[in-house]
């Protein structure tokens, strides 16, 4: 009998309905004769709204209370989707996070699961029962409720099934699979079969949302090959996995796999930093201290031993940043710190670019073209990426993905 994990994000299970759907889906899978396990992300916009609720009552809130708060979102679902199999007569039970075996470490609002126990899983399993998990919680070694960061049910998903040992992992969302663009930009982007496990992690951590970057990741380590597929119709998705060496040779004149953009990229500067060692580490440190991740990083050239420093994060740490920027400003004796939010990412990804020089020259054209100017460049072996204005972000996908023959 075979194992499958099919996990459902929020929108999957934003209203009753869409809760019977998810229900007759699970049911589908077990009528075939499988041992099935659901992992459910909170109900739409649950968990967004509950933030809100807790910034109304302490623009702080401790993040003890808030991963209480945040997981009773998946609690719900859970509950509600066991109810809805009952109700067609089938066998489920809904288990919470600590429920399940999910131990984690003990920093709250991106806790990190260090295994799962998984024995209850398996014996509801075995009693026949569809079992359904609530992601994105677990439990710390003190009995504390944790979460495991946003979008975090695509990581308790893929971790269940290794702890579970699947034959299958399934990713249900809102859009048919991996998609060579945003489809609500591009008209042209279409819907990627297979894509490898790297790739997939640049395209998730560039902004393309269908995946938590660290699902796919713990995927790859494990070799787990992942189906992202819409939770609305049958079409089959696009597979992550490790593509095989023959799958490239044929597409081998596709030297990008995708268009990705972020919009939530905050850039701070700090003009006139003391160039002297340590001030780096001093910069970087309280940041990480804090827990911000740091995505690009440029240090400009040496002027009367002055020098700049800007770097990228994400939108949501603007307040810690500011923070931060003014102690640095002060303890270094720098000139002065720039935040800007009204700039985006916009990248090209493709493992074809380890073997095709140029991929960096045409980018650069392309946005040239447009009249596009680049702030900031960073790439890594399979990706490029620039910091451009926010207002130019749509120009330029669309420019992209024509001048790197997406377009279908
Ligand atoms: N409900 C959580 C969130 O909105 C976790 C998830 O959906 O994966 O981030
Ligand atoms: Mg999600």
């Known amino acids: 009998m075979a194992i499958i994990v099919q996990k459902f994000g929020g929108s999957s299970v934003a209203n009753a309905e869409r809760i019977q759907r998810v229900a007759r889906r699970a049911a589908e899978a077990a009528a075939g004769g499988n041992q099935v396990a659901v992992v459910v992300s909170a109900m739409g916009d649950t968990t967004d709204d509950l933030i809100d609720l ?57 806790a990190k699961i ?34 495991l960061g946003r979008g975090g049910s695509d990581t308790s998903a893929v971790a269940l099934a290794i702890a579970l040992n699947a034959d299958l992992c399934e990713i249900y969302t809102d859009v048919d699979g991996v998609y060579t663009a945003d489809p609500r930009i591009i008209k ?9 496990y790297d790739e997939m992690l640049e395209m998730a951590v560039l902004g393309a949302l269908v995946l938590q970057p660290r ?24 597979i992550v996995k490790e593509v095989a060496p023959m799958q490239k040779d044929l597409e081998k004149e596709l030297i990008v796999c995708g268009v990705a953009h972020d919009l939530h990229v905050l850039k701070t500067t700090i003009f006139g930093i003391p160039d002297r060692p340590g001030v780096s580490a001093l910069i970087f440190g ?38 931060i920027a003014a102690q640095v400003v002060k303890e270094l004796d720098a000139q002065s710190y720039l935040l800007e939010d009204n700039i985006a990412k916009i990248s090209v990804v493709g493992a074809g670019m380890m073997t095709h020089p140029g991929v960096a020259a045409i980018m650069f054209k392309t946005l040239a ?7 900031m460049i960073a790439t890594s072996e399979i990706k490029i990426s620039c910091i451009i204005d926010e207002t130019k972000i749509n120009e330029a996908a669309i420019a992209l993905h024509k001048a790197f023959h997406l377009d279908r």
């Open 188 to 196: 042209t982007a279409w819907k990627i079969p297979e894509i490898s």
């Open 114 to 147: 260090l295994k799962i126990d998984s024995q209850r899983v398996l014996d509801e399993l075995n009693k026949g029962n569809i079992v359904i998990v609530a992601g994105f919680q677990g439990v710390g070694e003190n009995g504390e409720i944790t979460t």
């Open 369 to 375: 073209d447009i009249d596009c100017n680049i702030l």
């Open 215 to 238: 699902s796919v990741e713990l995927a790859k380590q494990h070799n787990i090959p992942l189906h992202v597929r819409s939770s609305f119709n049958h079409s089959q998705g696009t």
């Open 286 to 323: 309280l940041l990480a201290a804090e827990g911000v991740n740091v995505d690009m990083i440029i240090q400009s050239g040496t002027r009367e031993d002055k020098q700049d420093i800007s770097f990228t994060c994400g939108r949501d740490e603007k307040d810690k940043v500011a923070k």
């Open 54 to 110: 807790a910034s109304q009552l302490n623009p702080t809130p401790p993040s003890r209370e808030m991963d209480m708060l945040l997981s009773t979102g998946e609690q719900q679902s859970i509950a509600l989707l066991a109810m809805a199999l009952h109700a067609m007569g089938k066998k489920a039970i809904s288990l919470t996070g600590a429920q399940a075996g999910y131990q984690t470490d003990g920093v709250y609002s991106r």
